[in-house]
């Protein structure tokens, strides 16, 4: 019997040196800052498994929920919370008592022994981004491999030490809910998919050309008239403040910060079709549902136009709690230069006014800017240089890289090809900071959008920004010198079967060597 046990015990450590995988093997996307391996046996989940928190502290208990709920949807295992069970493997979510200097507001630490996991943060934050660490490196398997409750495979997971914070503090994603229109269900879905990647901004436009999507309560006529249609026609629609709220908590849920972008002085005749005084004649004029840009504006020379924004940019603020507002200002051709200097000035007040930080395109920094105006680069260098010059922050999201709207080659059934092909490989291989030859500090982060001119369903989405959105959050996370296509490549191969089993259609582009069958 005990020379039985021997034998066993023998083989457990060698296979597991032999055939299991070291921490730093699993494939993570964004990579960690530091992984270090253990020989320690690897850490079991079983039934007996259980998350410890400190239940007076309601934030935590959501979040050992989360994971608890993720836990069971990737293997089926139920892990308890919080039980007195002395003999099981222990998961432990906790905040640091002093602050880590090192973590800043989003890093954390992820212990894996033998026995017990750690994830220790100075926030709430960065206990989320450990827990989307360690729902990596547990295996998701498909739905006939999932355990029942009478079953009981055991999950193993390499020991070791993850230390991990962010290279840029704001990583985010653009969706165009104008172009055409994207349900709540369908905003929350691309919310769930976006969190697993650690990013923490979800930009939305919600107003242009061709369709106003957020219900404003002294203008009722913005989304009764000009929520009502999309690019190409048909039946289009727009939130509710309510709905608008629902996806503001949801993405709280995942430590994503909502951006409403109201696009002015131009990209504004959803509005214009809606309202007569907007316009300089007075006259509403007719919806629109083609795909060109730079024909619209705001009648700037009007005080009852700066009325308007301002009740839409009040009504708007009082629906969220995140920093920013985007005003747009992007291809105002139709708007005469000096009104349109004029207009910025303006709007960037009343931005402030109502306590938030505005973001506008990189068109904004012909303007007197606030110190604390966030300029959004997308194409022009010397307006976005100007800007970093005067102080101000960037987001980059320069489309020649960033542009999830453009196709991957010239096979690519949908998007445009205005600023280039962008393949998975051109994604990556860039650096924020070189790309405008300014210092990584005056840079805010990474943004990606992804117009819809082209883009028509939840399907679509996912072709376009998977798997791109992995580049662009690991640009966001992982230091530049950190970073490598050749090991990301591998990564995103691992990754392939995730993706798949989470329901996503990504686009299988030929430079990854997908491995779909895994885990
Ligand atoms: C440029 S990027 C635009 C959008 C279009 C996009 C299409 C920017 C600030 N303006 O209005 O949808 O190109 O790629």
Known sequence: MLRRTFILLIFSVLSFNFFGQNLSQVALIPKPRIVQDTDLKPFTIDHRTTIKV??????????AVFLQKNIRKQTGYDLKLNHRQRRGTKIYLQLN??????????????????????????????LFNGIQTLLQILPYWDESKIIKPSQDRIISLPTGRIIDYPEYSYRGMMLDVSRHFFTVEQVKRLIDYLSVFKINHLHLHLSDDQGWRIQIKSYPQLTEIGGQTQVGGGKAGYYTQQDFKQIVD?????????????DMPGHINAALASYGFLNCSGKPTSLYTGTKVGFSSL?????????????????????????????????????????YLRFIDSVQKIVQRHGKVMIGWDEIAQADLLPSTVVQFWVHK??????????NKIL???APFCYMDMKYNSKTPIGYRWAGYIDVKKSYNWRPDTLLDISKQQILGVEAPLWTETVKTLDDIEYMVFPRICSYAEIGWTSSEQRNWQDFRRRLAEFGARLKLMGINFYRSTEVDWNEVKP
């Open 299 to 339: 009648c700037t020379s009007k005080d009852t136009v700066y009325k308007f924004v301002d009740r839409v940019v009040g009504e708007i603020s009082h629906l969220y709690n995140g920093r920013y507002f985007h005003v747009g200002g992007d291809e105002s051709q139709a708007t005469p230069h000096q009104e």
């Open 97 to 126: 008592r002093t602050k880590d200097s090192v973590l800043g507001d989003e890093g954390y630490i992820l212990q894996i022994l033998t026995r017990k996991i750690k994830i220790k943060s100075n926030t709430y934050h960065g």
């Open 250 to 262: 949801y993405a709280a849920e995942h430590y994503i910060e909502i951006v409403p972008e109201i």
């Open 396 to 398: 980059v999201s320069y």
């Open 54 to 63: 400190n239940l007076q502290d309601s934030t935590l208990v959501k979040l």
């Open 382 to 391: 010397k307006f976005a240089q100007k800007a970093a010059r005067h102080g």
